[in-house]
């Protein structure tokens, strides 16, 4: 049986669709958590308003190891599932319309791309999990660092900071213009719609500004600038108006994160 073959068999599974459905919640319970987070900073407390401080929250908590296990179990679910996407198309459960997933390369490569950004947050879970979760975030900043030392350093980072912006410019698009209608095996609804846009339309314009703190940061030979999220979410707080548009973008974030829950069961696979 083909590689091909093999995955397109795999995905027929109920039980396997399953299992990567439970990662929808967990992305869910993240958005939430870094909604917390930036609220608290709207109103004038410390914390790290990204994936790594939402982690490190779970963390805290009573059986947070045991949380961050399964975090991280449905994390690889999800890029798993990207993974298929990647090689046989669009929502590849789908058999019934296999004719229609020779997906354009565009989409491949936007399965791909989710699948790594899952397995990255299921490394960093399982870090936080063993304990030695801030210890990669330190290396991480060194190695940002590290790259602004020279010009092609400096350039992989305008790389990754134009990326994370096309990211969120996509997402943009995906909430304002509704596309996200695509994933769903049921008409949008009411609350679904508004989750959907302004959870997409929030999180892309956070990301956008991301990308721009990474790419400013290339130039400033700041490190610290170099966190994405984190860092965006700090200047918006600086901004006028700083805790208005913080407390925006948390709802916004909190509503992803509700309309990941939803996913969990009207999401096309």
Known sequence: MSFKGAVNRATGSR???????AGYPVNGLLHLLIAYIIA????????????TGALATLAEQRGGATSLWVVALGLVALAMWRLAETVVGLHPGEHSYAHLRDAPLIN??????????????????AQFALGVGRKGTERAEGLSARLMQTGEGKAVLV???LAIGAFGS???????????????TVPGGRLLTVLG??????????????????????????????????AAVEAVGRAQFGQVL?????????AYGLYQFALTRYSRM
Request: glycine share 12%; charged share 15%.
């Open 246 to 254: 913080l407390l925006v973008a948390a709802a916004g974030f909190a």
């Open 40 to 51: 608290r900073i709207a109103f004038g407390f410390a914390g790290e308003a990204d994936q």
């Open 170 to 184: 996509y997402f943009v698009y995906k909430g304002a213009w509704r596309k996200f209608y695509g994933d769903l």
């Open 197 to 230: 846009v302004c959870g997409h339309v929030a999180e892309g314009v956070v990301l956008i500004a991301a990308g721009l703190s990474v790419i400013g940061a290339s130039f400033l030979r700041d490190p610290s600038r170099a966190t994405g999220l984190d």
């Open 15 to 21: 039980t396997v669709e399953w299992i990567a459905r």
């Open 159 to 161: 790389a990754i900071g």
């Open 108 to 125: 491949r490569l936007k399965a791909f791309g989710l699948a790594l950004v899952y397995l990255a947050l299921a490394f960093t879970a």
